[in-house]
């Protein structure tokens, strides 16, 4: 797999980084997949590692037990205030919203 970045500025013109190789367990390691946001009474999430949910502030406010590789975790949320919420797992992050 390749990568590379496109940068638009302002003026509209672009510029583009050079061409990087990504390995292909690397990918695999960065596949996150987290649902539904915003979030309801759970917060499912798959990925390589055990998923932990954080304040803005950085405190760990929920996890996960191990379940497996690409296993299906199931975060209870429901008692948690509306916010803003990260999660991260697997060396990804996503932002998650719970109304």
């Known amino acids: 797999m390749y990568y590379r ?3 638009v500025d302002y003026d509209g013109s ?14 695999r390691e960065l596949e996150l997949t ?6 309801g009474e759970y917060l499912y999430v798959t990925g390589q590692a055990v998923p932990i949910l ?8 929920a ?9 299906l ?3 209870n ?6 916010g803003v919420y990260t999660l991260r797992s697997s060396g ?8």
């Open 63 to 71: 996890t996960a037990e191990q379940q497996g590789l690409n296993a």
């Open 92 to 99: 990804a992050a996503r932002t998650v919203i719970k109304h």
């Open 14 to 27: 672009e510029t583009y980084s050079r061409i990087v190789t990504v390995n292909g367990d690397a990918t």
């Open 77 to 82: 949320v429901g008692h948690l205030p509306p």
């Open 5 to 7: 970045l496109r940068q």
């Open 54 to 61: 954080y304040t803005n502030t950085g405190k760990i406010i």
């Open 73 to 75: 975790h199931r975060l």
């Open 34 to 39: 987290v649902y539904p946001n915003p979030m």
